[in-house]
Each structure stands twice: as structure tokens, then as C-alpha cells.
């Protein structure tokens, strides 16, 4: 088996309902419902996510919501209302690749931004190609980057549960995750200081991939 690196592995316990919601939007498997848990996992090369998916699958009951497979990086989302099982098909990826979690690289902070009281003609260039809810005039508007790109889920995730803010969108996968949140001043400041912090507790391997 040629190597395999594991830039992803995160655990979500309690996918909150905006970011639950914004994954059916996006998400071309089994659609995922909110408060069930789950686990991104992102690899490269990425081909070889079929492998890791084949491997959780049939070990455990989960549901596949996401598989992404581009030319560098393969991308993987599973849930199940049992943690349980979603913590099982992650140690058989686990097993699979013949590594531990905290082999996994370490999330980076790439870039992070508040916008305070956005204008309008601002808010119509991003409401155009957003896939959750609308950011408003005058609202603030947080944005982040993440790399490797799958831990942007847990951020976000963790943000929802921080603060009553609006997700406006969350990419998932690429050269870098991104997440964009809106609300009011002090709502927004909440949620970016617990998505920071969510990324800042999670450990790992610093460098880059094989």
C-alpha cells in the first residue's frame, strides 16, 4: 500500500442544526440530521479515500454523507445517532492505515477576519454563492480558514454551539476549509473565539503531507 497521510480525523459529537442542514446541501450520500455524531476524515493521496470508506463501512453501521475525492486530497463525512459506531468506523480507519489520532496533522489557523457591520452590496457578492443562510446589511460577518480543510466542520460546529449566529457557509474541502458566520456584534465575536479555540484543542503532527 503506498502511503497514506492523514491530514483529517475529527470527531463531531453533536452536529448542530444549521451545520447539519448545511451539509444536506451540499452532501451527495446519506443526508445527516441534526444532534447525531460524526467524523471527518481527509487523506492524501486522494484516491485512497475509497479505501478508508470501504474499511468504516463495513466494520460498523454508519452513514456515508460525504465522500470527495480530488486530485491531491480525499475527503470523508460519516454519522449515526450512536457515537458509538462513529467512533468504531473511525478506529477502523484507524486500524486501516496503521496509525493513531494523534498522527493526524495538526489544524492551522490560516486566516481569520471580522467584518463589522457589513454593507449591502458586500453581503449580495456573498449571498450569491452561499449554501446555508444569508448574511444581512449591517450584521458582522466572521470568516476563517483552516488547513488541512476538514477540521473547518469542527470549528463551525463549535461555533454554533457558542453563540446565535447564522452560518452562511462552510467548504469543507480544498487547498483550505472556509467558514463564514454573520449575526450581531457580540454573537459573532462569541462564536469566532469558540471556533478558534476548537481548533487550538485539537493535537497532532506539525508538517506536511508525505
Do not use: C, W
Not at 454519522?79 to 478506529?91: A, F, L, P, T
Not at 489557523?109 to 463589522?116: G, P
Not at 469542527?154 to 449566529?165: R, S, V, Y
Request: avoid cysteine; glycine fraction near 6%.
Amino acid at each position: 500500500m503506498s502511503a497514506i497521510t492523514l491530514r483529517t480525523y475529527v470527531f463531531l459529537d453533536s452536529l448542530q442544526p444549521q451545520l447539519a442542514s448545511l451539509m444536506a446541501t451540499v452532501a451527495r450520500g446519506f443526508l445527516p440530521t441534526p444532534n447525531q455524531a460524526a467524523l471527518f476524515v481527509e487523506v492524501a493521496p486522494g484516491m485512497a479515500i475509497n479505501r478508508l470508506t470501504d474499511a468504516a463501512l463495513k466494520a460498523t453501521s454508519v452513514q456515508p454523507g460525504m465522500q470527495v475525492v480530488e486530485r491531491a486530497y480525499g475527503l470523508l463525512e460519516v454519522h449515526h445517532d450512536d457515537q458509538g459506531e462513529v467512533r468504531q468506523s473511525g478506529q477502523a480507519i484507524l486500524d486501516y492505515l496503521n496509525v493513531k489520532e494523534e498522527d493526524r496533522l495538526k489544524p492551522k489557523l490560516v486566516s481569520d477576519t471580522i467584518i463589522r457591520s457589513i454593507e449591502a452590496y458586500h453581503t449580495q457578492l456573498i449571498n450569491r454563492v452561499r449554501f446555508a443562510n444569508m448574511v444581512l446589511p449591517g450584521e458582522s460577518l466572521f470568516i476563517l480558514e483552516t488547513d488541512p480543510a476538514g477540521y473547518v466542520a469542527f470549528a463551525a460546529n463549535e461555533a454554533e454551539k457558542a453563540a446565535n449566529i447564522n452560518i452562511v457557509d462552510v467548504q469543507f474541502f480544498g487547498a483550505f476549509g472556509r467558514l463564514y458566520l454573520a449575526g450581531k456584534e457580540a454573537d459573532v465575536d462569541a462564536a469566532a473565539d469558540a471556533a478558534k479555540k476548537a481548533l487550538q484543542s485539537l493535537t497532532g503532527k506539525d508538517g506536511k503531507d508525505k
